[in-house]
């Protein structure tokens, strides 16, 4: 019952969209009344005994020319399908299922450092065991998505080399898997950080060209995790972040590395405080996990969500059901009237008929 009240509901609610068609319905009455009927004209000859063929046919003789007259539901038929051509002409149209679009955000690039020093276990987690700078922020990214719904999320991952481990998506759960595919070293020893800020600048172009203008125009974030300075990049990290800003890229970067340590694996952070200057970001020291978490909410706040969902329903036209309705009349019209004639041109029939003319003509003579 529920069923067939929400299909009520939804014929009702349509509409037409070219309602001016429908001026046109009385255009068969006027041809009835100012234009006259064709008129077939038939020889005719002269016959002695025209009332008994008169009678034996049962029809009223008439003068003139000769009119085809057609039956009740002929002319039902012919109603029928003219209002359901007019109406399909107006093209009527109804409201589908409710669908729901959602404005997606933001665009997030999480640019990971997979250098070797990301192994060291100086970090607690969850339950208190010490795990490597690698598998906290996997903990910790894994807690930080579940706050983003609406925004796409990519992945970079860097170091002697940069490469996108992951374009961006909404689908959070893949991201998350191949998050977690990842391991130290897997790009090698070094730092290169200026050529991970290019290739994010460079995905984040990408992405906007394919998608088009509505694309390109929304706000792009890079968030940068790395224990180290950059070493031997072909981009000067500072020089990227100036690209970033042109293009309109955010850069937060997070510091993991103690920054009292020396050689390859010390923090610079002045070229940090500057890439984040430059890029218009922040910067942050995580020296453990929960630091590394309370830098993450800070971004959260800094990038508040951007997420929007509207609800609509499309229209459905459903003038092809009216003109499927009208062929199939006719073809069962048709076929029917076949069928009939058919039966009166039987062999049987014709034989009974001009034995009751005969009969007829017996008598008279008779």
Excluded at 92 to 110: A, C, K
Excluded at 142 to 162: M, V, Y
Excluded at 255 to 268: R, S
Excluded at 356 to 362: P, T
Aim: proline share 4%; aromatic share 8%.
């Amino acid at each position: 019952m529920n069923e067939l009240l929400t299909l009520i509901a939804t014929l009702t609610s349509g509409e037409f969209e070219h309602p001016f068609w429908f001026l046109i319905l009385p255009l068969p009455i006027a041809i009835y009344y100012f234009v006259p009927a064709y008129r077939t004209k038939q020889m005719a000859i002269k016959v002695p005994f025209f009332k008994l063929l008169v009678n034996a046919i049962g029809e009223t003789p008439s003068e003139g020319a000769s009119q085809l007259t057609p039956s009740w539901w002929q002319r039902a038929a012919l109603v029928l399908s003219w209002v359901l051509v007019v109406t399909a002409l107006a093209k009527p149209t109804i409201l589908g299922p409710v669908q729901v679009r959602e404005s997606l955000g933001r665009d997030i690039m999480v640019v990971v450092d997979l250098s070797g020093s990301m192994a060291e276990q100086d970090f607690m987690s969850k339950t208190g065991d010490a795990i490597t700078r690698l598998d906290a922020v996997k903990e910790v990214l894994a807690d930080f998505i579940k706050s983003r719904q609406g925004d796409r999320l990519g992945l970079i991952l860097f170091g002697d080399a940069a490469f996108v481990q992951t374009p961006f998506t909404p689908d959070q759960q893949v991201w998350l898997e191949l998050l977690q595919q990842t391991d130290v070293a897997m790009a090698g020893q070094s730092t290169h950080l200026g050529d991970a800020i290019g290739l994010a600048i460079k995905v984040f172009q990408q992405s906007g060209q394919s998608r088009g203008k509505r694309e390109s125009d929304r706000q792009k974030v890079a968030i940068v995790l790395t224990d180290g300075n950059d070493t031997g990049s072909f981009v000067e990290p500072i020089d990227a972040a100036k690209v970033a800003k042109a293009k309109g890229v955010r850069i937060h970067v997070i510091a993991m590395g103690n920054p009292k340590t020396v050689g390859e694996n010390a923090l610079d952070q002045e070229t940090i405080t500057r890439i984040t200057k430059d890029s218009g970001g922040e910067a942050f020291e995580a020296l453990n996990r929960e630091e590394l978490n309370n830098a993450y909410m800070a971004i959260s706040q800094l990038e508040p969500q951007l997420y929007d969902s509207t609800t609509f329903r499309p229209k459905q036209s459903i003038h092809h059901y009216l003109i499927a309705l009208v062929v199939l009349m006719y073809l069962t019209a048709f076929s029917l009237a076949t069928i009939k004639r058919k039966r009166l041109l039987s062999p049987k029939r014709l034989s009974s008929a001009q034995d009751k003319e005969a009969n007829v003509l017996g008598e008279h003579h008779g």
